[in-house]
Structures are given as structure tokens and as C-alpha cells.
């Protein structure tokens, strides 16, 4: 008799980007600091460093975007993360005890969910946010190009009518000159 069992072992990066109850924009920060972690870890120069080499939970970012997501915190010791003594700080003790099949493994599973995630919420975004054209964020540079452009528009408006005053009286003096009897030329005294 052969037993099977068919458990699928989920990874920390996809048991995230599946847990529904997190927000989208929560997984995509929590996955890009982790690509930045681990991308430290994978180079070889970085990775001697104490400083790429431990994590301080106290740190806001880290607090904010990896320690609240357990299984973020699970991906991080699955490369040789361990916490210290007081758990105030991640830390890999030795660059020899990083594992870097790991590391290369859990970066890309990293970058491809990244990717996946950022594509979808752009998709989102760009079909069911179009905002209307007087809800446009400019910058103040933008701001003062499109004043001044109406400006120059109704400076324009303003001359196309003054031209039209003056080709009306301009007609006017001439139907004058034409047909009034007392007009004679003289020159001027001005």
C-alpha cells in the first residue's frame, strides 16, 4: 500500500502575495525592501559587510514593511537571518553562514512576485482611476505655463477685437469722407 500526500510547501513570498487580507501596496513595499535586502546579500562585496548583514527591528522602515509580515520575517532567517539575544535586531553572524543558493532563489521568486504584483496594481489603476482633466496634479512650474498661456489667450482675444473696433471706424470714417458734403482734407494742426 503507498500513502501519498500531497502537501504543497508554499513559500514565504507566495503564502504573502496570496494572503488576501493585506493590502496590495503593503506586499509591493514589503517585497521591494526585501529585493533591496537581498540583493545586498547576493553581492559578494556588500555581503562581508556587518552593515548589509543585520537588520535593526527598531529601524521604521524595517518595522513598518518587513516586521509586521511574518512571512517576510520567515524568508529573511530562511537565508541565515537569526535574531539577537534582546530581539531588537536580524542579523546574519558570519558572511560564511549566508546561504547564498538561497538568497539567489529567494531574490528572484522576490523580483518575479515584485514585478507581477506592480503590473496588476498599475493595470488596476490606469482602468479604473482616470481622472478627469480638471483633477490633473501639476507642478507649479505646469501651473504657471498654463496661467500664462490663458493670459496670452485673452491678451490675443483682446487685440482681435480692438482690431475689429478699428476696421469699423476706420469704414465709418471712410463712408464719411465719401458722402458728406462739408468734409474737406485739411491738414492737421496737431
Known amino acids: 500500500m503507498t500513502l501519498r ?9 507566495q503564502t504573502m502575495v496570496q494572503d488576501g487580507a493585506l493590502p496590495a501596496q503593503q506586499k509591493i513595499d514589503c517585497l521591494k525592501l526585501l529585493k533591496i535586502v537581498l540583493k545586498n546579500l547576493a553581492d559578494p562585496t556588500k555581503s562581508q559587510d556587518i552593515k548589509y548583514r543585520q537588520l535593526r527591528l527598531e529601524n521604521e522602515k524595517i518595522r513598518t514593511k518587513l516586521a509586521i509580515h511574518p512571512p517576510a520575517m520567515q524568508l529573511l532567517k530562511s537565508v541565515g537571518f537569526v535574531e539577537s539575544a534582546d530581539d531588537s535586531v536580524l542579523q546574519i553572524t558570519e558572511a560564511s553562514s549566508i546561504v547564498a543558493a538561497q538568497v539567489e532563489t529567494s531574490l528572484q ?27 490633473e496634479k501639476l507642478s507649479e512650474k505646469q501651473k504657471a505655463r498654463r496661467l500664462l498661456e490663458q493670459k496670452k489667450e485673452q491678451e490675443r482675444l483682446k487685440e482681435k477685437e480692438q482690431r475689429k473696433r478699428n476696421v469699423e471706424l476706420i469704414k465709418q470714417d471712410k463712408f464719411v469722407r465719401e458722402n458728406d458734403e462739408n468734409w474737406t482734407s485739411e491738414v492737421c494742426a496737431a
Request: charged content about 15%.
Open 109 to 135: 521568486e522576490v523580483t518575479d512576485a515584485l514585478g507581477a504584483m506592480t503590473s496588476a496594481a498599475t493595470a488596476a489603476t490606469t482602468t479604473t482611476a482616470k481622472k478627469p482633466a480638471t483633477e
Open 5 to 13: 500526500i500531497s502537501a504543497t510547501c508554499a513559500s514565504p513570498v
